[in-house]
């Protein structure tokens, strides 16, 4: 090989990784571009953390579900996708309204993964933690001892990404 080559492939290489981050960038951030704006009732469970800097572990209603919930009656396993559709509640925020292992055709829905196939099954959304600078999130501490809402961007498949945390 020439050296030319060798320039050229070791570039060439450079650049798909740069792509590779650059995608997973914008696969996260695609919610906040395109999603609808939906707010939740929220419980702070954790606000502060030495390895991953200021912020808040929040926790949901809809993270913890009975078994019933899913209309299927097979057993559930860790890892494994389920969607939990949403609707308004009388207070304005949304609130649990089904769950399916099949994507929704309609509505406001979430894309989850199982992470605890005991009852409560316990579903993870991605939007568990909201990275604030410190003085917010040591305000969050106190100001969300009792609750507050999360607002949320849910894109048309499902995904979430956590915009804001109000008391």
Same mark, same amino acid.
């Given at each position: 090989?020439?050296?030319?080559? #060798?320039?050229?492939?070791?570039?060439?290489?450079?650049?798909?990784?740069?792509?590779?981050? #650059? +995608?997973? &960038?914008?696969?996260?951030?695609?919610?906040?571009?395109?999603?609808?704006?939906?707010?939740?009732?929220?419980?702070?469970?954790?606000?502060?953390?030495?390895?991953? +800097?200021?912020?808040?572990?929040?926790? !949901?209603?809809? +993270?913890?579900?009975?078994e019933d919930a899913f209309a299927?009656?097979?057993?559930?396993? &860790?890892?494994?996708?389920? !969607? &939990?559709?949403?609707?308004?509640?009388?207070?304005?925020? !949304?609130?649990?309204?089904?769950?399916?292992?099949?994507?929704p055709a309609e509505g406001i829905f979430l894309r989850g993964r199982?992470?605890?196939?005991?009852?409560?099954?316990?579903?993870? !959304?991605? #939007?568990?933690?909201?990275?604030?600078?410190?003085?917010?999130?040591?305000?969050?501490?106190?100001?969300?001892?009792?609750?507050?809402?999360?607002?949320?961007? &849910?894109?048309?498949?499902?995904?979430?990404?956590?915009?804001?945390?109000?008391?």
């Amino acid at each position: 090989m020439t050296r030319t080559r #060798i320039t050229l492939l070791l570039c060439a290489a450079i650049a798909f990784q740069v792509l590779v981050l #650059i +995608g997973m &960038v914008a696969k996260a951030a695609l919610p906040l571009w395109t999603g609808t704006e939906i707010r939740v009732a929220t419980v702070p469970v954790d606000p502060r953390s030495m390895f991953r +800097g200021n912020y808040a572990r929040l926790d !949901y209603e809809f +993270g913890r579900l009975p078994e019933d919930a899913f209309a299927e009656s097979q057993h559930l396993r &860790v890892g494994e996708v389920v !969607y &939990v559709s949403l609707a308004p509640g009388e207070t304005g925020k !949304y609130e649990f309204a089904a769950a399916a292992l099949e994507e929704p055709a309609e509505g406001i829905f979430l894309r989850g993964r199982v992470t605890d196939d005991d009852v409560p099954i316990r579903i993870r !959304y991605g #939007i568990e933690a909201f990275f604030a600078p410190k003085e917010r999130a040591l305000k969050l501490e106190s100001d969300l001892r009792d609750g507050g809402t999360a607002v949320l961007m &849910v894109s048309g498949n499902g995904r979430a990404a956590l915009k804001d945390v109000i008391p």
